[in-house]
């Protein structure tokens, strides 16, 4: 049978802080684990192998505690290792019981237990998963390093978060310095539900036990407010001289051609081939559902396309280059520009809220409502296929019709 039991060593140097260590037998053989609490001798009860809280300052009050939440934490550790090893009929020695206890204190850790998912995601092609774990694995970082740290060390007495000591305290700090930073509930949110999916990781490896962490903060999702421009609006977008800054009028140009292109996002403009410009359409597949489009060309297009033109590339717009090593990453950096300088474009015309290529889808929809065309066209125009009702009757849709509206709504730009 294998004990643990709390000892205090003290210091050499009479009057400065001891050690608490954990000693491990099992048949005669012991082995040592130090650990990071530091107490002063009074702070010691040898007769019960307890902290002793009789004859403390104030003000270490607080930190004992946090010490005894964190011996607490341990002991229940190493029980669950125990366990473990008894349900799967294996023999436990003294020196396999430190070693488990060490290797949990260096993998789940928060740091390298999110590095390691990430690294698991990225070899099975989960990419996209491993970059939004990897973006709320910075954010919590950021949190840490602006005075997260601190608050984390006095919760739970170390520096190097371990998972299972991850408490609702310390992700309700977190959730605050988000709010403070003046993120949108939609965008807390999606780092809750990120660190929360990693935190379900663990608990389901059997390595922690679920200590509902995320339980006071909110990991919902609020229905966004569609931000859509009337037409009176993109037509002084359009007008707007900014050929003094090529970047911004760069942004601009993309934010029309969206909008001539019946909203379309722009990654799948990003990935338009000139291959996909034929017989006076595009033909395209939506990158995110992967149903065929297919756009009327007008000469509002060619008149964009002309100003930028892309000898020697194969794409139809100037957004990638080609041959780059991660084209998705590339089309990533170049909309995180685009919509920095759309932010820009805005300031010219007092816009009261953020302009992003994600507008453009918006206010095609919404200026295509109020041209009184047909909510099955505009759908049809969209790509939309969330009911499979209507996408059955939407398939049968001559494209014609779609063009039709797309040249009514530009014609009233002036």
Same mark, same amino acid.
């Given at each position: 049978m294998v004990t643990?039991?709390?000892?205090?060593?003290?210091?050499?140097?009479?009057?400065?802080?001891?050690?608490?260590?954990?000693?491990?037998?099992?048949?005669?053989?012991?082995?040592?684990?130090?650990?990071?609490?530091?107490?002063?001798?009074?702070?010691?009860?040898?007769?019960?192998?307890?902290?002793?809280?009789?004859?403390?300052?104030?003000?270490?009050?607080?930190?004992?505690?946090?010490?005894? !939440? !964190?011996?607490?934490?341990?002991?229940?550790?190493? $029980?669950? %290792?125990?366990?473990?090893?008894e349900a799967e009929g294996l023999p436990l020695s003294a020196d396999q019981l430190s070693d488990e206890f060490l290797r949990h204190e260096t993998t789940f850790t928060l740091e390298r237990f999110m590095q390691t998912t990430i690294s698991s995601l990225l070899n099975k092609g989960a990419r996209r998963t491993a970059e939004t774990y990897l973006a709320a694995l910075r954010s919590f970082r950021h949190f840490l390093d602006d005075g997260g740290a601190r608050t984390a060390a006095m919760l739970t007495g170390e520096t190097d978060?371990?998972?299972?000591?991850?408490?609702?305290?310390? %992700?309700? $700090?977190?959730?605050?310095?988000?709010? !403070?930073?003046?993120?949108?509930?939609n965008s807390i949110s999606f780092y809750m539900r990120i660190l929360r999916a990693a935190y379900n990781r663990a608990v389901s490896s059997g390595a922690i036990s679920d200590r509902s962490p995320f339980k006071h903060v909110y990991t919902g999702v609020d229905k966004t407010v569609k931000r859509a421009l009337p037409l009176r609006v993109i037509s002084r977008i359009k007008n707007l001289d900014l050929s003094p800054s090529t970047r911004l009028d760069y942004a601009r140009d993309m934010f029309m051609l969206s909008f001539y292109f019946r909203g379309m996002s722009f990654i799948d403009m990003a990935f338009l081939k000139k291959s996909d410009l034929r017989n006076g359409s595009i033909v395209y597949c939506r990158r995110k559902t992967g149903q065929r489009l297919v756009i009327g060309w007008t000469s509002?297009?060619?008149?964009?396309?002309?100003?930028?033109?892309?000898?020697?590339?194969?794409?139809?717009?100037?957004?990638?280059?080609?041959?780059?090593?991660?084209?998705?990453?590339?089309?990533?950096?170049?909309?995180?520009?685009?919509?920095y300088n759309l932010k820009r474009v805005a300031g010219q015309i007092d816009l009261d809220f953020p302009l992003?290529?994600?507008?453009?889808?918006?206010?095609?929809?919404?200026?295509a409502k109020a041209k009184g065309v047909p909510i099955s066209v505009?759908?049809?125009?969209?790509?939309?296929?969330?009911?499979?009702?209507?996408?059955?009757?939407?398939?049968?849709?001559?494209?014609?019709?779609?063009?039709?509206?797309?040249?009514?709504?530009?014609?009233?730009?002036?």
């Open positions: 643990v039991k709390l000892k205090f060593r003290p210091s050499s140097v009479v009057g400065q802080a001891g050690t608490l260590y954990y000693q491990i037998t099992s048949e005669r053989r012991v082995r040592r684990l130090s650990t990071p609490y530091k107490i002063l001798p009074s702070e010691w009860d040898d007769t019960h192998a307890v902290l002793s809280f009789s004859h403390i300052a104030a003000e270490r009050a607080d930190e004992l505690v946090v010490i005894r !939440r !964190r011996i607490h934490s341990d002991i229940e550790r190493f $029980a669950k %290792i125990r366990r473990r090893f978060l371990l998972l299972d000591n991850l408490s609702p305290a310390i %992700i309700e $700090a977190y959730e605050t310095w988000l709010r !403070r930073r003046g993120l949108t509930p509002e297009m060619q008149s964009l396309i002309d100003k930028y033109p892309t000898d020697g590339s194969a794409y139809l717009l100037p957004i990638l280059k080609g041959g780059e090593s991660d084209p998705v990453a590339a089309y990533r950096r170049m909309s995180a520009i685009v919509n992003t290529m994600y507008v453009a889808r918006h206010s095609w929809a919404s200026a505009i759908s049809e125009g969209m790509g939309h296929d969330s009911e499979a009702t209507t996408q059955i009757y939407l398939a049968s849709l001559d494209t014609s019709a779609v063009d039709e509206a797309n040249s009514l709504i530009l014609s009233s730009l002036d």
